[in-house]
């Protein structure tokens, strides 16, 4: 029997790339609001489509109203009508599945290069996406499609066939057409903005930092237990690498720590006060730095002091310990922590070693944030690596001037001079580290996917409110041309069109800013420090939506303003 190991039993994650057991709740909840946004694109090119079939069914009726005269059955007008929605769903469908597989291709080929592992990700769809997009296809052809079939093979046989059904009656200036622009203007204000907040998120991920500076600053990560050695030799080969790199001509200060923040590794353990009940426990990052790690950062020791040389290199040196200040503030609220102690307590069924012993407080630092995602400092517990051992430690190095490639290739030659079997897992600038991180990826790869969706609903809502003020242009041309011949100028011919379209747009804002500002909130919530209520977003997405409207009405508006009146009266 194995004494002090514990088995974690865990559903296996389908996207876990790392030792610890995780779970799908983070991919689960970017798809939580993912799919239903992607659903919204769907739904407002269904209005667009529907829209259209609803236009196209008013030119239709006369020739309906002759075959159902002549003896057509409604049923086989009917299925007609359907074969049509569903030939134009399955043309939209083959090509939502090559530009999807386009799309994928790409994105798996940006994510790989940054996955910690390698791993081979298939980027063809699979029978299950090409059933879920034949069925969103039938459903999108059948629940769209099936109300202008049954409305147009329905008609009036007498005013049909004397071509009055498409007269308008008095009043319903604002029909079901209208009503399906104005719900796609909703949504596609609800998508911009959704795509403006995570846009305005991930330029703040991107330009953000954990608490210091990037600027100067190296990462060299090492990882000895790949070379297969003990810790004996793992501390030996730490110290004189470290004892290398601080003789480098160009470098000012040199630390290594045992994880880096905006990292993909992650240790915590619990940590509670001598004689302390354990349900009072925190659970801050535990790290194993050396000394200068703090300094090297440009973290000032806020009280007390940094590791010393023996407490970095030796085993047997006192047990002490540096913290935050968020942990300061968990762990002895109105009190000074230095000189006091504090315990990392053991799992339970897990035996007592020597890292589980009382440390002393020497130093408090300020706090630091681990994710991108962090909206502050989390509390943090540093020891020293000379009592706790670490087999992969990263080491910081910060520059006192010089090229930045040429500190690289030197580091990476001195590394190897301390022995060339030493994996080094990762050298570069710590900017660009943060710059590759997984985590920063996925916020930009879904601002980017909901800047996307957002530019194709604006796009799908600008042809809508285009094609229905094209339609009811044309259907209008003879009562324009009695306007014209009554006296009214085109310039009044263009503004009583244009002010349709502006009430269809004022209308269709109104009520997709309220949903707007809940999908902000939601977003904020759930993801990344972003205002829900940010003015910048929720001023340029209406802006912008109104603009694409206001020209796709001026278009349809300034033909009607060019009618001839003469043209006008002819038409039928």
């Not at 903005?193 to 330009?207: D, H, N, Q, V, Y």
């Not at 909206?375 to 000379?386: I, K, N, Q, S, T």
């Not at 094609?467 to 009554?486: M, N, P």
């Not at 694409?548 to 002819?570: E, Q, V, W």
Request: net charge positive; glycine share 10%; aromatic share 6%.
């Amino acid at each position: 029997m194995r004494r002090g190991q514990v088995l974690s039993v865990h559903p296996l994650s389908r996207v876990n790339v790392s030792s610890a057991p995780t779970s799908d709740a983070g991919p689960a909840a970017v798809s939580a609001v993912m799919m239903p946004l992607s659903g919204a694109v769907l739904l407002i090119a269904c209005l667009n489509i529907a829209n259209m079939l609803l236009a196209r069914a008013s030119v239709r009726r006369k020739e309906i109203a002759i075959r159902l005269a002549l003896g057509g059955g409604r049923a086989r007008i009917v299925r007609q009508l359907l074969t049509e929605s569903l030939m134009l769903a399955a043309i939209g469908a083959a090509a939502g599945l090559a530009v999807g597989s386009w799309t994928a291709r790409f994105f798996i080929a940006s994510v790989v290069p940054l996955l910690p592992t390698p791993l081979q990700l298939e980027w063809r769809p699979d029978l299950n996406v090409i059933v879920a997009t034949t069925a969103f296809a039938v459903l999108s052809a059948l629940a769209f499609g099936l109300a202008p079939a049954l409305k147009i093979s329905r008609p009036d046989l007498v005013d049909d066939l004397k071509d009055l059904g498409n007269v308008r009656p008095a009043g319903r200036r604002f029909g079901t057409r209208a009503w399906l622009v104005v719900g796609q203007i909703a949504l596609s204000l609800m998508l911009m903005t959704a795509g403006g907040l995570f846009a305005r998120g991930a330029l703040k991920a991107g330009a953000s930092d954990p608490g210091y500076r990037y600027e100067g600053l190296l990462l060299a990560s090492i990882d000895s237990s790949l070379a297969g050695y003990d810790e004996a030799g793992g501390r030996m080969r730490l110290r004189d690498a470290l004892d290398r790199l601080r003789r480098m001509p160009g470098i000012a200060d040199v630390g290594a720590s045992s994880q880096v923040p905006f990292g993909e590794r992650h240790e915590s353990r619990w940590v509670v006060r001598p004689g302390q009940r354990g349900d009072a426990r925190v659970t801050p990052t535990y790290t194993v730095v050396t000394g200068g790690y703090f300094k090297a950062l440009g973290l000032p020791i806020v009280r007390g002091r940094d590791f010393t040389a023996v407490e970095e290199t030796s085993p047997s040196a006192a047990l002490v310990a540096i913290i935050d200040e968020p942990l300061a503030r968990r762990l002895f609220p109105n009190q000074d922590p230095l000189g006091e102690q504090l315990v990392t307590p053991p799992r339970p069924g897990v035996r007592p070693a020597a890292d589980n012993e009382p440390m002393s407080i020497v130093g408090i630092v300020p706090g630091i944030r681990d994710w991108v995602t962090d909206r502050d400092p989390a509390p943090h517990l540093y020891v020293a690596a000379g009592s706790h051992y670490s087999g992969v430690m990263n080491i910081h190095v910060r520059t006192a001037g010089g090229s930045d490639g040429e500190l690289l290739t030197a580091i990476r030659r001195q590394l190897r001079a301390v022995d060339d079997r030493l994996p080094v897992v990762e050298l570069r600038t710590m900017q660009d580290f943060h710059d590759r991180g997984l985590v920063l990826w996925v916020i930009r790869a879904a601002g980017r996917t909901l800047i996307g969706l957002g530019m194709l609903a604006l796009l799908l809502a600008a042809v809508g409110v285009y094609g229905l003020k094209s339609y009811v242009v044309s259907q209008r041309t003879h009562e324009i041309g009695i306007r014209l011949a009554l006296g009214a100028r085109p310039a009044d011919i263009a503004r009583l069109l244009f002010l349709d379209g502006a009430r269809m747009t004022m209308i269709g804002l109104a009520i997709g800013f309220p949903l707007a500002v809940m999908l902000g909130r939601l977003l904020s919530a759930e993801f990344f420090d972003t205002d829900s209520f940010d003015p910048i977003v929720l001023t340029l997405a209406p802006l912008v939506l109104a603009a694409a409207a206001a020209l796709a009405t001026y278009l349809p508006a300034r033909h009607g303003m060019r009618i001839s009146p003469l043209d006008a009266l002819r038409t039928e």
